[in-house]
């Protein structure tokens, strides 16, 4: 039987590059990138702020070996994008095993509470207080564990927009980018009507279709592979989220608010502050009326409307 494993590639990169260098790692790998800021202890009990003058760590994943040419296609990407001068330091490769990474990464995750919106991991156990709504998660790789300051403010604006239209629900919502499945389940939880939940990559579909089994929601979340065509005549939704990224918001921007009934609205994340303006130009030419920008460090989230 042959070793199943993971090939990861760590970068440390600048604070203003680090988008365009997690959008050419994620359209070459196919699999998921992670940003991780830099933190300055401030000394036992006592907490940590942020680095602002330190790179961040991101790494890419790989599952299973990586070959020579994608090693080579990887960095003549960052070189032709202009992007080699903003990596600090030396990449390192590394092999996470897929045994030794089920049983490390868990001790990383814990129970969050975004609002009312109690996110549990598989293996912690929850005693339920009044007004919570809890969901059960295992992320595995895929991106979304309530951890993000996107994917919190996300879950802020789903429970928001559940609590001001509580006689009419959510009612139907596109999850575009759906990672582990956590913003899909959420607003099915919230009172969704129905979800479709839709990835490019498959090792978040299948993620994403685990965790809506772990929380009997297989009737109400359908989950299919591919971007937002993959929603094909379901459209068009009250609600999108697409807590994606500034590059794939811009150029998805268009479509999305073509899938938006009027009077919908959409929560668009992941963009990082150095990108606002991106996201923003493309959202306002699409169309569509942003009427909240949501901030929580670096990261911005935009509620428009159409």
Not at 31 to 43: Q, R, S, Y
Not at 273 to 279: D, G, N, Q
Request: glycine share 10%; with cysteine; aromatic share 6%.
């Amino acid at each position: 039987m042959s070793e199943s494993f993971w090939t990861v590639l760590s970068l440390r990169v600048s604070r203003d590059a680090t988008e365009a260098v997690t959008d050419i790692l994620q359209d070459l790998t196919g699999n998921g990138v992670t940003v991780e800021p830099p933190i300055l202890a401030l000394g036992p009990d006592e907490g940590y702020v942020l680095d602002l003058e330190a790179p961040n760590l991101v790494r890419a994943y790989v599952y299973g070996p990586i070959s020579d040419d994608l090693r080579a296609q990887i960095f003549e990407s960052l070189d032709d994008g202009g992007l080699a001068s903003s990596l600090v330091g030396e990449p390192v490769w590394a092999i996470v095993r897929d045994e030794d990474w089920a049983e490390t990464w868990k001790a990383y995750y814990d129970i969050e509470k975004v609002g009312r919106v109690v996110v549990r991991p598989l293996w912690r156990e929850y005693e339920a207080q009044p007004g919570d709504v809890v969901i059960s998660l295992d992320p595995g790789m895929a991106f979304g564990t309530g951890q993000h300051p996107t994917t919190r403010m996300c879950l802020q604006a789903l429970e928001q927009h559940a609590t001001s239209n509580m006689q009419l629900g959510l009612g139907r919502v596109l999850d575009l980018g759906c990672g582990s499945g956590i913003l899909a389940i959420a607003a099915v939880a919230l009172g969704a009507e129905r979800v479709v939940a839709v990835d490019t990559e498959e090792q978040a579909v299948k993620m994403t279709v685990e965790n809506v089994g772990h929380n009997a929601m297989s009737d109400r979340i359908d989950t299919r592979v591919g971007s937002i065509e993959a929603a094909g005549a379901d459209g068009p939704f009250d609600c999108i989220l697409a807590n994606i990224n500034a590059a794939a918001i811009a150029s998805l921007a268009a479509a999305m608010a073509a899938q938006l009934k009027p009077g919908g609205w959409l929560a668009a994340g992941g963009v990082i502050e150095e990108r606002e303006a991106l996201a923003r130009e493309a959202l306002e030419e699409a169309g569509l009326r942003i009427e909240e920008t949501m901030a929580s460090g670096d990261w911005r989230t935009f509620i428009a409307y159409k």
